[in-house]
């Protein structure tokens, strides 16, 4: 029902300086699309990918999805009884909609992808390591499975 994992989405009031400051670490940037109004830049690993946000409705971390049909996905998130924190559709806007998880972490679904995949050799590691999972508390794990 999520779709795709795309990034994890994070504040950047600066995203030029913060996309210097990982491709230090061993990142690397992606070609972004004009999809979002705000500055927006985007780095990887090849293993995790961020989205580095210039606008601050992001300043909450948040967990992207993107998949075809974003309006449906809502029927089937207010079906399940998930409250929507918001939602952005139409014909002229950016198909986004958002809502947390029983933990209080931000979800966010996107119609479309923002940005290119990248060339990255398996081989190249980041100065951060090896991602392999993103771990996130839950007070009512049963609550947060379903």
């Not at 409250?83 to 119609?111: A, K, M, Y």
């Amino acid at each position: 029902m999520l779709g795709r994992f795309l990034e994890y989405a994070v504040f950047a009031p600066d995203p030029a300086a913060s996309l210097e400051f990982y491709a230090r670490l061993g990142f690397t940037p992606a070609s972004v699309g004009e999809a979002r109004a705000h500055a927006y830049a985007v780095v990887t690993d090849g293993r995790i990918t961020l989205g580095l946000h210039g606008e601050e409705t992001y300043a909450t971390p948040a967990i992207t999805f993107v998949r075809a049909h974003v309006l449906k996905a809502l029927d089937e998130l207010e079906r399940r009884g998930c409250p929507v924190e918001f939602s952005h559709l139409g014909n002229d806007v950016f198909n986004e909609i958002g809502w947390r998880d029983p933990g209080g972490h931000l979800l966010r679904l996107i119609e479309a992808r923002t940005f290119s995949p990248v060339k990255r050799a398996d081989s190249e590691r980041s100065l951060c390591g090896y991602f392999q999972e993103i771990a996130l508390p839950s007070p009512e794990l049963a609550q947060a499975k379903a």
